[in-house]
């Protein structure tokens, strides 16, 4: 009998330790924000590799970038930090992005952001202005970094 107490009591331990890895929908609220605020910021006409770092240390080291309507996925930092710092040579004229909602679930956070801009890509000859609607999730480890990334693109 104090076996099974002991293995009972265990196992609510165990429970209530990981019911307390999980982030509040307030915590998760705010990194939604911070996540959109730094991938803002990385797309600016006076971008840093500062604002890149900034945006990459948001995500865990085991993380998946997934770009789903174009089947291209990131999983390295390095190679992420490389094609950003790359994009530092596109004209950017102006980017902004503006969250429409955010949706909350057990970790994750479903945002629906409309991203608007006018670049100039190194190269290309033209400028190009575009405003999308997307969606992205971001899947928070037990360290409140982001360990997935889905973009479904407008």
């Known amino acids: 009998m104090q076996k099974l107490t002991l293995v009972f009591i265990s196992l609510i331990l ?27 910021a990385r797309q600016q006409p006076n971008t840093t590799t500062k604002d890149i770092d900034h ?10 970038d997934e ?13 992420l930090r490389s094609d950003m710092v790359g994009k530092l040579k596109d004209k950017v004229i102006n980017s902004n992005i503006e969250i429409n909602e955010i949706m909350v679930g057990a970790n994750v956070v479903f945002i629906k952001m409309t991203e608007m801009g006018k670049v100039k890509p190194a190269h290309l000859d033209k400028t190009i202005e575009y405003s999308k609607t997307n969606i992205v999730s971001l899947e928070f480890n037990e360290s409140g970094l982001v360990k997935h990334i889905r973009r479904h693109h407008g």
Request: hydrophobic share 40%; proline share 0%.
């Open 14 to 40: 165990s429970f209530s330790s990981f019911a307390n890895d999980k982030l509040t929908a307030d915590q998760l609220i705010e990194k939604a924000k911070a996540f959109v605020s730094a991938k803002n």
């Open 55 to 64: 945006y990459i240390s948001l995500l865990s080291d085991n993380f998946i």
């Open 67 to 79: 770009h789903v309507k174009f089947k291209f996925t990131y999983t390295d930092k390095s190679k």
